[in-house]
């Protein structure tokens, strides 16, 4: 008999049926008799009971529907495409300064030129033949003034609207306007009646272009014989919030030219492996995310500057008086998709609601093995010729037996808030964790005797 108790598996279910018969007979009384009988109820409809909490997410919670987003093209100069409102009076002063090497009379005519581009391209461009939008400085400085609500402005919201459209690269030329204290008093008085007089004497290269517009420009603009030097000179505390850029040419007097641009107007969320980490987070991993990244548009002033240097050497070696570049932005399509928050609800508490709702599982499967024990019933079935393997196996069936039955009823109702979800993947998933509770619970009542 000994021997026979230690064969296999298949050998005490086949060899020993009566006895497996036997034992599932004297399981089930032991759960369905008496008060066991309400407590196997309970085993049965309490995780069914959790499981339909889950529901109310989904019932009360409405779906959210985001649809595809499409952006339309706009003039890079345009603020349409930026998160950052240039408004001088509200915003940090991204500069209004050109540094520029090296110090020579080319690089001087270049830079002329980009700050031209950079005050005068958007009164030109088509945006601007609307005759809704008035290229007035002081209506626009009067509609960026109303884009801050807490100020109260009774401009309409069509004026705001097309402000929004067709406003140029304003912070440059604003910040240079009101800054009283670095600026020549001239210069600031003629950007503060507006870049229209000097857009018309200056854009064309015409031979107005003198006297205060000149003086104007120059100073905006400041050489150093190395590109160190321009960096250095930027980097002082007195000048950061007045240098916009560092431009270093290369190649001014030859067919193959190229340029360094350093601007003041990007921001760098630490450096090396950190900012590594933090750019991938930033852009890369926008994918996954649930809406389009926005740190792209904090580029606004470099990817100016840059259209404005473009077209100044276009300018420069095709011995042509204007050229404008007609450059626009365009954000990539967003693909649209349903937001079920009911559903993300639901899965939130799905692992807290799986441990309370086995719960009483646990109890009872962990009371009828330890009871077994400690009135020493176990031990003398034993020795009554009852395999060990025969023992475990029948009760093992039959609270995994209770435990499908309440798997199938979850994922029954696990249809509804989880309709997304294969619904045979969840029933397999409910009576594999179920299996692996019930092995849970016998290694437990090993420390109760």
Known sequence: MGTE??????????????????????????????????????????????????CLPKLFVDKEIKHDQFSASVPVYSTAWTNNYPNWEDTQPIGYRVLYTPDTDTARQVTRRTLIHMLCDALVDDYIDDPNVDSDFDKRRRLA???????????????????????????????????????????????????????????????????????????????????????????????????????????????????????????????????????????????????????????????????AIDAALLEQKSDQELVLLATKVKAFPWLGYDLNLGNAIAALFFSIIMVFAFISSTVLIMKGIVMEKELRLREGMQMMGLPKQVYWLTWFLTHWGTLIITSFLCALIGLYPFSASDPVLMFLFYVLWSASLVVFCYALSTFFS
Not at 9 to 26: D, E, F, W
Not at 31 to 49: A, D, F, H, N, Q
Not at 162 to 176: D, E, G, I, K
Not at 260 to 277: C, V
Request: hydrophobic content about 40%; some cysteine.
């Open 145 to 307: 003034q109303a884009q801050d609500t807490n100020k109260g402005s009774s401009v309409s919201d069509s004026d705001r609207e097309h402000l929004y459209n067709y406003v140029q690269f304003p912070q440059f030329w604003q910040n240079a306007a009101y800054d009283d204290d670095r600026m020549d008093s001239t210069a600031a008085e003629v950007l503060r009646e507006g870049t229209t007089e000097l857009c018309a004497a200056c854009f064309n290269n015409s031979a107005a272009c003198t006297g205060k517009y000149e003086d104007t420009l120059a100073a905006l603009m400041e050489a150093y014989d190395t590109e160190q030097e321009a960096v250095d000179a930027s980097l002082k505390v007195e000048d950061q919030r007045t240098a916009v850029a560092v431009v270093v040419y290369e190649g001014l007097d030859q067919d193959d030219v190229s340029y360094k641009l350093r601007t003041n107007g990007t921001q760098l969320l630490g450096s090396g492996e950190e900012a590594r980490l933090n750019y991938k987070d930033l852009f890369v991993m926008k994918w996954d995310a649930i809406s389009p990244g926005v740190m792209w548009k904090v580029y606004y002033t470099f990817c100016n500057i840059q259209n």
């Open 5 to 54: 108790g230690q064969g296999s598996l298949t050998s005490a279910m086949l060899g020993r049926s009566p006895v497996y018969n036997a034992m599932m007979q004297k399981n089930m009384k032991l759960k369905t008799r008496g008060i066991m009988c309400c407590c196997s109820v309970v085993e049965l409809v309490l995780p069914v009971v959790f499981f339909g909490l889950m």
